[in-house]
């Protein structure tokens, strides 16, 4: 059985969401909050931030998602598409912030060197040695490889939403999955 020979848990929502309908994109956020968050929360570190773009990117579905156009795998891509735009917007409001001074509360939680409790749920959901594994890989592996495996994208949207080849993206993935093969092999049991 291949990659899309798998049932798509997304299909049975999508005319619903194009529809705008509510409780359509809630069962949609059932299934794909957790996986978005996760992506999210790797990059952010901070549950706060990752909650709100998570929420920014489930507000620009129920605005927009008359316009998607596929099944449940052009939903899935969709979402991830909008939430890393929405974090390279936030990263770009974060530098233009940056020359700004940083309120004490703001200041102290950057400080906080204890993991965030959200992080730590979504870190203990996996295996620790490959949640370390993964921080071991370079940021652009570490994304391809997310976007691969955990969304579950296909190579051309991949290369979409990154701004690489097909090529590149393939590349990327093997050198980062024998990379982590590499790293688990000499983790600790």
């Not at 291949?2 to 848990?9: I, L, S, V």
């Not at 299909?11 to 969401?17: I, L, Q, R, S």
């Given at each position: 059985m ?8 997304l ?7 194009r529809?705008?309908?509510?409780q359509a ?6 299934e ?10 790797r ?13 920014q ?14 099944d449940?795998r ?12 929405n ?20 200041a ?7 993991p ?5 749920v979504a ?14 890989l370079?940021?652009?592996q ?23 080849s ?5 590349v990327?993935?093997?050198r ?7 790293l ?6």
């Open positions: 291949g990659a899309g020979d798998r049932h798509e848990p299909e049975a929502f999508v005319d619903g969401v529809r705008g309908d509510r994109v809630a069962a949609v956020y059932v794909l909050a957790p996986a978005l968050r996760g992506y999210l929360l990059d952010v570190r901070h549950g706060e931030v990752a909650d709100d773009l998570l929420e990117t489930f507000l620009e579905l129920l605005e927009d998602g008359w316009r998607l156009e596929g449940g052009a939903l899935r891509a969709w979402l991830f598409r909008a939430a890393r735009n974090l390279l917007d936030w990263r770009k409001r974060a530098e233009r912030r940056s020359d700004h001074e940083l309120t004490p509360a703001h102290a939680s950057l400080a906080d060197e204890a965030d409790p959200a992080e730590q870190a203990a959901s996996s295996d620790p040695r490959l949640v370390a594994a993964l921080a071991q370079t940021a652009e570490r994304e391809v490889v997310e976007l691969r495996l955990v969304a579950q994208l296909p190579v051309a949207r991949v290369a979409e939403l990154t701004g690489r097909a090529g590149a993206v393939r990327l993935q093997h980062a999955l024998r990379r982590l093969a590499q688990l092999e000499t983790a600790p049991r």
